[in-house]
């Protein structure tokens, strides 16, 4: 398996790029692009669901983004220890029905040694919101880097 830098043990420069790199693959809505950092038997608990390994991480991403639609994603680093990193994060997305919400939540991280996630645990809370309340207004996909973070938004 190659590697996928960077690795652990983090430090903070470090860490502060995987979850940018994290939140940047995630914004893509990519689920191929996004099951490629995490290992063939990536462990996860996504709110109350269970699944193992790249297929059910690309169907679970699929069916996510078929129904959270415009979906744009802030990540930021909470804290990190040798091959773990903690997050916080926000995302915002509207239904089909044209509803919009804010997301919240904080995931727990796990890395083997080539710098894969094997373990990914997500909790997280809808708020609906009115149009006129998001603040993930960014041109295109990725999040410019002079958009503020979440810290900077005041969330």
Do not use: D, M, N, S
């Given at each position: 398996m190659s590697p996928r830098p960077p690795l652990?043990?983090?430090?903070?420069?470090t860490a502060t790029r995987k979850v940018r790199m994290a939140e940047d693959a995630w914004n893509s809505r990519d689920p191929q692009r996004v099951s490629l950092a995490y290992t063939e038997d990536s462990w996860w608990r996504n709110r109350s669901d269970f699944l193992?390994?790249?297929?059910?991480?690309?169907?679970?991403?699929?069916?996510?983004?078929?129904?959270?639609l415009d979906y744009r994603l802030i990540k930021e680093l909470w804290a990190f220890h040798g091959n773990r990193i903690a997050v916080r994060f926000q995302y915002e997305w509207h239904d089909g029905a044209g509803q919009w919400f804010r997301s919240h939540g904080n995931e727990q991280w796990e890395f083997d040694e080539n710098g894969l996630m094997r373990r990914r645990e997500a909790s997280i809370n809808d708020v609906p919101i009115a149009a006129g309340e998001r603040k993930f207004l960014w041109q295109g996909v990725q999040r410019p880097l002079d958009f503020p973070g979440l810290s900077g938004l005041g969330l």
């Open positions: 652990p043990p983090f430090t903070l420069e193992q390994g790249r297929p059910a991480i690309v169907a679970f991403l699929t069916r996510k983004w078929e129904r959270e």
